[in-house]
């Protein structure tokens, strides 16, 4: 068995589909399935079991550890725009605390999701030196309640026998239509497109950097689950990674494929970022991968054009 948590989100659903294609059928989805858009993502996906997240720990309590082989822990509270840290400590670090120290009894391997979100604006680089991680300043409390939990995994005596923190950047591509405005930029250009042939960009309140031409790193969900597969074959060298594709890349970038992508001509204006996130905004964010790649992993990552096409030939379909 292969526990999936947050199974009904954006990267578990793809990852339980990648599982899938590799063999790997006896799926252990565990989430809160209120949502029915969500739960659409799990459609013609070979699951064993779904568990409630309310009971998942009561369930794993009473497993035989030696059926279960491997934890991929992606449940997390993900909207970034909410404030409330109590609840962001809840569902995001404690409850994180209690499968690490669960995998540590049971001798079970894992892999967590940890955030770019981590990394605030960037003071320190957006290197994966775990040495720095206590002195990072995340920007809202998702990204503390992230960082909270990879400050705590490194002071711990006691591991799982092997474990994974991997710091998701931009990532974009199919089944993330439930997530609403925290969908990635490419989502919410298609639909703007579709319905009016422009699309409306934050205007760059940062005298650092012109309208559009922030930068953020954006990866393609498919290299995610790629990396996080070979992870769970590699078994070795524990510790907190980046996961971005390794090129920053500007928002007029993206767009200008997406209206390629489509055949339709650019027709690009700005409006003001919401001023909800806009101290909180990221003007630049991009993955230093030397690390992933020192402990042998071999494959390249989607360049933004190719990723953005075949997520819109996604999307037609």
């Known amino acids: 068995m292969i526990i999936v948590t947050g199974a009904a989100g954006f990267i578990a659903s793809n990852l339980i589909k990648k599982l899938n294609s590799e063999g790997f059928n006896h799926i252990i989805a565990v989430d809160k399935f209120d949502n029915a858009e969500k739960n659409k993502n799990l459609e013609g996906l070979k699951i064993q079991e779904k568990i409630e997240r309310e009971v998942f720990f009561e ?6 550890e030696k059926e279960i082989e491997f934890i991929f822990h992606l449940g997390a509270r993900t909207d970034t725009t909410e404030f409330d840290l109590a609840i962001l400590t809840k569902l995001n670090t404690d409850y994180t605390k209690e499968v690490w120290k669960r995998c540590i009894d ?7 999701a ?3 979100a981590t990394y605030g604006l960037g003071e320190l680089g957006y290197d994966d030196d775990e040495s720095k991680i206590p002195e990072l300043k995340p920007l809202n409390p998702y990204g503390i309640s992230k960082n909270e939990f990879d400050k705590w995994a490194l002071k711990q005596d006691k591991k799982p026998f092997y474990w994974a923190g991997l ?3 931009n990532v974009y591509g199919p089944r993330e239509y439930h997530k609403g405005r925290m969908a990635s930029v490419i989502l919410h250009a298609y639909k703007q497109i579709s319905e009016t042939g422009k699309m ?3 205007r760059s309140h940062n005298p650092e950097f012109k309208d559009g031409e922030q930068m953020r790193d954006f990866v393609f969900v498919d290299d995610v689950v790629n990396v996080m597969v070979w992870l ?6 524990s510790g907190i990674y980046n996961l971005g594709s390794g090129k920053a890349r500007t928002f007029l970038d993206l767009v200008k494929a997406v209206f390629k992508s489509m055949n339709k001509q650019e027709d690009i204006s700005f409006i ?8 909180k905004y990221q003007y630049f964010t991009e993955a230093k991968m030397e690390k992933l790649k020192t402990i042998g992993y071999p494959y ?3 360049d933004l054009e190719s990723g953005v096409d075949a997520y819109i030939k996604e999307m037609k379909l």
Do not use: C, E, G, V
Request: proline share 5%; aromatic share 16%; no cysteine.
């Open 272 to 279: 003001d970022t919401p001023a909800d996130i806009r101290d």
């Open 232 to 237: 769970m074959h590699h078994r070795k060298n």
């Open 167 to 169: 710091k998701f950047f």
């Open 114 to 116: 940890s955030s770019a």
């Open 59 to 64: 369930w794993l309590d009473k497993q035989n």
């Open 300 to 302: 390249q990552f989607t």
């Open 106 to 112: 049971m001798q079970i391997p894992l892999i967590y």
């Open 200 to 202: 409306k960009l934050f």
